[in-house]
């Protein structure tokens, strides 16, 4: 049997990214992974001059643990006034089943409180009851001196939504200037070789490679660095083989990570 020559259709996450890397270098882009050879990249992108250029949309690690991160964060019906959106760390024994039977419990209780610090969270509502291993109201009280709480920054500042996440030790940098290191690592991962290599058999000169940034693969005081970044002190030194231009996408950061070869950095906000 023939294989489709159909584009396989993109995640409404993916579609998003495309859209920011086209929106950012004045391009068009469509689907281009038919799945009729071994290795394709995701996305080709035309520049109004008509040069394409191949795009692949990838994530940190290549875990698969990453449902859990991409499910937390896309928005879910929810109670109240708002819409929220909610992360939580691995090791909760939480699934999307248990999340979205109550979710609606820590909503209510989190708009009822009006969250905008750890110590704003109400401290005794067993969350997630069911979820097996300590309940994640008690184990965010015990640990919220490590927590943070805030705000994601959206398209609809009306709709606030909210972020939980622990981190692991090391400091909050808005500069991020432990960005340079911490990637100059993950270019040398299979992970990173093999998107890489993807671009490569496009034989086009421009290769991009966007990748969704989350808390199995990527240190979570540098996630939330991230999340919080209001410039980059970083330097153009990286050594990203063949690409031309690296982007990154943090959950609940108003802004993402553009790098091209020569340059370095320029951080820009989401549109």
């Known amino acids: 049997m023939a294989k489709s020559t159909k584009a396989k259709e993109l995640s409404p ?8 890397v086209a ?16 290795a394709m990249y995701d996305v080709r992108l035309t520049h109004a001059d008509g040069t394409p250029a191949a795009l692949e949309i990838s994530r940190a690690g290549d875990d698969t643990a990453f449902w859990l991160e991409k499910y937390c964060s896309e928005p879910k019906a929810a109670p109240g006034e708002y819409d929220w959106t909610v ?8 699934t999307p089943k248990i999340l979205a039977k109550f979710l ?13 610090t750890p110590d704003a969270l109400p401290a005794v509502q067993n969350w997630f009851p069911g979820a097996g291993g300590p309940n994640a109201a008690g184990w965010y009280v015990a640990a919220r001196s490590h927590g943070l709480v805030m705000q994601r920054f959206t398209r609809s500042p009306e709709r606030p939504q909210i972020a939980f996440s622990l981190i692991s030790g090391g400091n909050i940098d808005p500069g991020l200037r432990t960005l340079d290191a911490w990637m100059s690592g993950q270019v040398t991962e299979s992970w990173f070789a093999s998107n890489v290599e993807k671009l490569v058999l496009s034989g086009f000169d421009e290769l991009h490679l966007a990748v969704s940034l989350h808390d199995v693969a990527v240190p979570e005081d540098l996630l939330v660095s991230f999340m919080k970044a209001t410039g980059i002190d970083s330097s153009s030194a990286l050594d990203a083989g063949p690409l031309t231009d690296l982007w990154l996408f943090a959950p609940f950061a108003p802004v993402f990570l553009h790098w091209t070869k020569g340059d370095g950095w320029a951080l820009l906000d989401r549109p």
């Open 104 to 116: 609606p419990v820590l909503i209510t209780e989190c708009e009822a409180a009006g969250v905008e």
């Open 13 to 20: 996450h993916e579609r998003y990214i495309a859209e920011c």
């Open 87 to 94: 992360t939580v760390p691995a090791g909760l024994g939480l």
């Open 23 to 38: 929106l950012a270098i004045g391009a068009t882009w469509d689907p281009h992974d038919d799945n009729s050879q071994p």
